[in-house]
Nanobody
């Protein structure tokens, strides 16, 4: 059974930083594309960042480029999202995503950025 468990969310002031972690189990982590998505209240779930398992290629949403950094540690089966220069519009539930032959989702972690 695949499990993705996010942690590291919380309340932070604008301009601050947070580091999200997603611990994966039940899948071959090193062969999974890993990503982060977010969903703000009343809005759809949006792509944030992704890191490819084979090439290591990284992709970001335009809204977070230069502020967020995705990374992975295959030895720990964990993917991270370092978020700097946070803005109130970054407030959302952040979901971890794993893509192998199918998509898997974590339950999310709340990030709230106060102005």
């Amino acid at each position: 059974q695949v499990q993705l468990v996010e942690s590291g969310g919380g309340l932070v002031q604008a301009g601050g930083s947070l580091r999200l972690s997603c611990a994966a189990s039940g899948l071959t982590f090193s062969s999974a594309d890993m990503g982060w998505y977010r969903q703000a209240p009343g809005k759809e779930r949006d792509f944030v960042a992704r890191i490819n398992w084979m090439s290591g290629s990284i992709f970001y949403a335009d809204s977070v480029k230069g502020r967020f950094t995705i990374s992975r540690d295959n030895a720990k089966n964990t993917v991270y999202l370092q978020m700097n220069s946070l803005k109130p519009e970054d407030t959302a539930i952040y979901f971890c995503n794993a893509h192998t032959f199918r998509m898997y989702w974590g339950e999310g972690t709340q990030v709230t950025v106060s102005s």
